[in-house]
């Protein structure tokens, strides 16, 4: 157990914790989603995830092997609801608490300001990070509704902590958003467009990335059709097997944690929670 954290569910196939093997994962949740602009509900999304995930066997048929990988799911953080600053900061230490027992974070959301402070940390140990940030969104807001700490503002405060930003599915943004990335070089975009007929193109750019990696997946990425419930769905998104090819030409890479947020359901066996089940259950295989 690591402090601030309470234990309300585990992943399916986690590892109990009482004796810790280095260079594995550890997985928390953040039920959070206090700076929520539409659909509320992402701070019940660790725990449907975490249900959704006993639905998977332990053999992975897409990639023709077994969940091998010891990860450890030590609950959810105690968060600060309406205190969006203060509960990235109690992410932050959380993550730094992980990295200290040499664990690397998977983060289930709760909304998609999570990430900053397991960026931040993350940074803190690393050179050269590099964010893949699968999103709907640029999440680039320097502020949102006068909040710099909001779910619309992740990515600028990653990008400000010195975090070099591939955006992946990107179809919905602001003009001062498209007027930051002019100013500014170390952020590649591919669009929703870009995915669905040139991916040969992204696997190639991913397969070349040097340095630590993390994986930011908010699930409004995806096609509402296939995950309808999250906090701003958004038309033209992507498909499960556009994640599948994504994971797999990055789990050759130095991935140094994973997020997936925004899952705002409130039913357990809900497509959105399972959809975002399958993709830790995917990570987790994929990984060696």
Known sequence: ML?????????????????????????????????????????????????????????????????????????????????????????????????????????????????????????????????IHLDAHRDLAFEFIGEKYSHATVMRRAHEAGANLVQIGIRSSSLEEEEFIKSTYNIQTFKNRDVHKHMDAIEYYLTNIDGPIYISIDMDVFNPAIAPRVGNPTPGGLFVHDIETILETLCHKNIVGLDVVETASNKLGEATAVVASKIIYDFLTLIE
């Open 3 to 131: 402090l601030n954290t309470y234990e309300p569910w585990k992943f399916a196939f986690s590892a109990e914790n009482d004796e810790i093997k280095e260079n594995s994962y550890g997985i928390i949740g953040v039920p959070f989603d206090s700076t929520t602009s539409y659909h509320s509900g992402a701070r019940l999304g660790p725990i449907v995830v975490r249900e959704a995930s006993f639905g998977f066997e332990k053999y992975n048929t897409v990639f023709n092997k077994d969940l091998t990988a010891t990860f450890y799911d030590f609950g959810d953080v105690n968060v600060v609801p309406g205190n969006c600053q203060k509960t990235c900061e109690i992410v932050r230490e959380t993550v730094d608490e992980l990295l200290s027992l040499n664990l690397k974070p998977i983060i289930i959301g709760g909304e998609h300001s999570a990430s900053i402070g397991a960026i931040a940390a993350l940074i803190e140990k690393y050179e050269k990070l590099t964010v």
